[in-house]
């Protein structure tokens, strides 16, 4: 396949950011890419590349990285012909020559190194989704909706990041989504009885001031059961309270509400009771990025009743997931692209968890786009479940609109994953 041009731009994300848009030309057909951007980042994510020159949107602009991509990368892989995915991104990452991808910039990176995989899918016109992995069969997703949002994601005074649920009773993905959409709306109108404030969230989950972090799963089970279904059996909750956040001089501290500070042991024993009380089926990031000791008795005695995602401690690259299943940390995997920065290590990524029987969730980032590209994600690798907010706003219904495409596409070829596609180790 032969590039023939790479052209990127700065454009806005869902929060109003920049970020970086690339245009790759292969064998005439022109396709882009576009980088999402994270608030609760992990401290071993690639580095998002911005100019730091308060003069223009607070330091945020990516012009810098705009500018590699135009010049340098241009100049070096324009007319050059890539066989793979695998053999483009290697350049880049060559072409970078750091750790991090900091001189060039994951953001940069993985915006090209997405519009190469579209190029090359629109060039041989073939679905994104078959670009990235061929298969006889696909299996599509449970959309993990987060429907009330805390933490860094809300102005709210709950500590927990996200409260998702899982519609995973359902024939299939079309189904699956309006049973998440149907409860959503319940949602809405319980909490405007009690109310509460309707407003949302970053990634498009309801963010009212709570009377504890416990009343947003206790006002979901209500909701759930008000919109006809019955919790566990039909909806599920998973949750990602994104606890690298809380943690502060050796202590979980819960600075949006009471201010009561946990233990590693403290915070195991009240996810506990709440997965004992609740039909929580998922937990992501239950511990900090640091607490590797906590993470280990956590999986021990959680692995066995729920899948334990990790997102800050892994950052979806290779090497620290590798470090995770050595020392028999969590069950699964979070995944998201801009954590490693090119969709080959992303895909080597979800193989080396799958081959170990960990399971992957594949994620957006709460600064998202119209892209979506984590929609044929999640289909080409097999992977169950994605978690791409709510059941509104643009940037994230338009990877469940692309969803229900790809399974009207796939017809018989796709089944939908239901509940057993959550891990229990
Ligand atoms: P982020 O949030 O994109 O702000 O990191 C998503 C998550 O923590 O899973
Ligand atoms: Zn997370």
């Not at 599509?140 to 990041?161: I, K, L, S, T």
């Not at 021990?300 to 997931?321: H, M």
């Not at 470090?323 to 954590?339: M, P, Y």
Request: one cysteine or more; aromatic letters at 6%; glycine letters at 10%.
């Amino acid at each position: 396949m032969k590039l023939s041009k790479i052209h990127a731009r700065e454009i806005l994300d869902s929060r109003g950011n920049p970020t970086v848009e690339v245009e790759v030309t292969i064998n005439g057909t022109t396709s882009r890419g576009i980088s999402p951007s994270g608030a609760s980042t992990g401290e071993k994510e690639a580095v998002e590349l911005r100019d730091g020159d308060q003069s223009r949107y607070q330091g945020k602009g990516v012009e810098i990285a705009v500018s590699g991509l135009n010049k340098e990368v241009n100049s070096a892989m324009a007319g050059q012909t890539f066989e793979s995915q695998e053999a483009f991104d290697k350049r880049l990452i060559e072409l970078d020559g750091t750790e991090n991808k900091s001189r060039l910039g994951a953001n940069s990176m993985l915006a090209a190194s997405i519009a190469f995989a579209r190029a090359s899918a629109s060039s041989k016109q073939i679905p994104l989704y078959r670009q990235l992995v061929e298969r006889d069969q696909y299996i599509m997703p449970v959309p993990c909706m987060n429907v009330v949002n805390g933490g860094r994601h809300a102005d709210n005074n709950v500590d927990f990041q996200e409260f998702m649920i899982a519609p995973h009773n359902a024939p299939t993905f079309k189904e699956s989504i309006r049973m998440g959409e149907e409860v959503f709306h319940t949602l809405k109108s319980l909490l405007t009885g009690k109310g509460y404030s309707t407003g949302v969230g970053d990634e498009g989950g309801f963010a009212p001031n709570l009377k504890s972090n416990e009343e947003a799963v206790e006002v979901i089970m209500e909701a759930i059961k008000k919109a006809g279904y019955k919790p566990g059996e039909d909806i599920s909750i998973c949750l990602d309270p994104a606890t690298s956040e809380l943690w502060k001089d050796g202590k979980y501290s819960l600075f949006k509400s009471t201010k009561e500070n946990f233990t590693s042991d403290q915070l195991i024993d009240l996810w506990e009771q709440w997965i004992d009380k609740y039909p929580i089926v998922l937990l992501e990031d239950g511990l900090g990025e640091n607490d590797w000791e906590g993470w280990k008795k956590m999986t021990d005695r959680l692995g066995k009743k729920v899948e334990l995602v990790g997102d800050d401690i892994f950052c979806t690259n290779p090497e620290i997931i590798q470090q995770g299943i050595d020392a028999g940390i969590g069950n699964s995997v979070l995944i998201k692209l801009n954590q490693i920065g090119t969709i080959w290590e992303t895909l080597q990524a979800v193989e080396l968890a799958q081959k170990n029987n960990y399971h992957c969730f594949i994620s957006h980032r709460s600064g998202e786009t119209e892209d979506t590209t984590i929609a044929d994600l999640v289909v080409a690798t097999n992977a169950g479940h994605i978690k791409t907010g709510s059941g509104c706003l643009s940037e994230r219904v338009s990877k469940f609109n692309q969803l229900l495409r790809i399974e009207e596409e796939l017809g018989g070829q796709s089944s939908f994953a239901g509940k057993n596609t959550f891990k229990k180790s």
